[in-house]
């Protein structure tokens, strides 16, 4: 059970929101990288159509990588304001 209770402790997953159409998997990996290493980087698409969602995922391999997005207070990708929030 330690074990469990660790992980979720670790847990350096973002949910990133307002993605433009244009971003792909390597640009928000890009973005996100300057504040830490990223371990992997998700842009959620459309199955049917593969057009973005408009929404993905990053995972950050140390916890000072959040300490560092959440010091700059925003985030603009692709000249589109873009937002986050830790997820589980």
């Known amino acids: 059970m330690a074990s469990g ?4 402790s ?4 973002i949910f990133v929101g307002n993605i433009p159409w244009t971003v792909g998997h ?3 990996r890009n973005y996100f990288a300057q504040f ?3 371990s992997w ?4 698409f459309d199955r049917r159509t593969g057009v973005s969602k408009g929404f993905g995922f ?13 010091k700059k207070q925003k985030h603009v990708l692709e ?4 937002f986050y929030q830790q997820s589980d």
Do not use: D, M
Not at 5 to 8: G, V
Not at 41 to 44: D, F, G, L, N, T
């Open 79 to 82: 000249q589109s304001p873009i």
């Open 58 to 70: 990053v995972a950050f391999q140390k916890r000072t990588a959040l300490e560092n997005l959440e």
């Open 5 to 8: 209770a660790a992980a979720a």
């Open 41 to 44: 980087a998700q842009v959620i």
């Open 26 to 28: 390597r640009e928000l």
């Open 10 to 13: 670790r847990s350096l997953k």
């Open 36 to 38: 830490g290493k990223v």
